[in-house]
């Protein structure tokens, strides 16, 4: 379900850095758009899209080990 998702997240994040939690906390738990995060934070919409992937990789290897 989708709470099970966010809390996954939630709990998986603890591995990345501070910058890149932040950017997959705003985008998938706050619902905000890429142009949103990158406003706020004062850089452009591919650096937001670079830790949005990066986190995303991270996070996909870590529930790997947990599956295995």
Do not use: P, W
Not at 7 to 29: A, K, P, Q
Not at 44 to 61: D, F, G, N, S, Y
């Amino acid at each position: 379900s989708r709470r099970q998702r966010q809390m996954c997240i939630r709990d998986s994040v603890g591995f990345v850095t501070d910058t890149t939690r932040h950017v997959l906390e705003e985008c998938y738990l706050n619902h905000k758009k890429y142009r949103e995060v990158a406003d706020e934070m004062n850089v452009c919409q591919e650096t937001v899209k670079r830790h949005i992937i990066k986190a995303l990789k991270l996070l996909r290897e870590h529930y790997h080990q947990i599956k295995t």
